[in-house]
T-cell receptor, first 115, second 115 residues
Framework: KAGVTQTPRYLIKTRGQQVTLSCSPI?????VSWYQQTPGQGLQFLFE???????NKGNFPGRFSGRQFSNSRSEMNVSTLELGDSALYLC??????????????FGDGTRLSIL | AQTVTQSQPEMSVQEAETVTLSCTYD???????LFWYKQPPSRQMILVIR??????QNATENRFSVNFQKAAKSFSLKISDSQLGDAAMYFC????????????FGRGTQLTVWP
């Protein structure tokens, strides 16, 4: 069974641009969560989608948005990029939302660098 | 607010020895779950072990076991017979029953294993 696939693995952008990251969950998984990982702030939750609906949201500005498609694939968009958006963005999927019997499985992440 | 604290930024252990990583958490919830994830340099977050708060018995997965002290809100990870492949960043994480898709992470403990 294929794991969580995130594309691209690396991305370089400049300030003011926008970017879209993609996440394909494990087959059958309906919940997709996104996290931002930085040396300064650690791992922070962005949002979670379940059955094409945003179910949970972290404390990030509106420049960060996401969506989920009918096949459970998810995309995350960041507009008007800032230097502080440089981070590893991790996607995780689970059957229904990460309870003890259905933990979250993570992808390898997308390393976003802002110049 | 939910917080997870890992007080040891770095730990080291000799191969074949035992090491314990500490984690404390703060919550007013009664329904929650605790996890240990490892993140090697390859970046992928890998689930090591999980514990349901309602279970008194400590979880065990091969060489990995936890000491769950609910009243003290403590959740430590013991790695027995340490191997070189155990070297990684270890994150303690929590999620609550009402928002299962959202994990709260500690800042991590970097584990070095010496041959």
């Amino acid at each position: 069974k294929a794991g969580v696939t995130q594309t691209p693995r690396y991305l370089i952008k400049t300030r003011g641009q926008q970017v879209t990251l993609s996440c394909s969950p494990i087959s059958g998984h309906r919940s997709v969560s996104w996290y931002q990982q930085t040396p300064g702030q650690g791992l922070q939750f962005l949002f979670e989608y379940f059955s094409e609906t945003q179910r949970n949201k972290g404390n990030f500005p509106g420049r960060f948005s996401g969506r989920q498609f009918s096949n459970s694939r998810s995309e995350m968009n960041v507009s008007t990029l800032e230097l502080g958006d440089s981070a590893l963005y991790l996607c995780a999927s689970s059957l229904a939302g990460g309870d003890s019997n259905q933990p979250q499985h993570f992808g390898d992440g997308t390393r976003l660098s802002i110049l | 607010a939910q917080t997870v604290t890992q007080s040891q930024p770095e730990m080291s252990v000799q191969e074949a020895e035992t090491v314990t990583l500490s984690c404390t958490y703060d919550t007013s919830e009664s329904d929650y779950y605790l996890f240990w994830y490892k993140q090697p340099p390859s970046r992928q977050m890998i689930l090591v072990i999980r514990q349901e708060a309602y279970k008194q018995q400590n979880a065990t997965e091969n060489r990995f076991s936890v000491n769950f002290q609910k009243a003290a809100k403590s959740f430590s990870l013991k790695i027995s017979d340490s191997q070189l492949g155990d070297a990684a960043m270890y994150f303690c994480a929590y999620n609550r029953g009402s928002t299962l898709g959202r994990l709260y992470f500690g800042r991590g403990t970097q584990l070095t294993v010496w041959p």
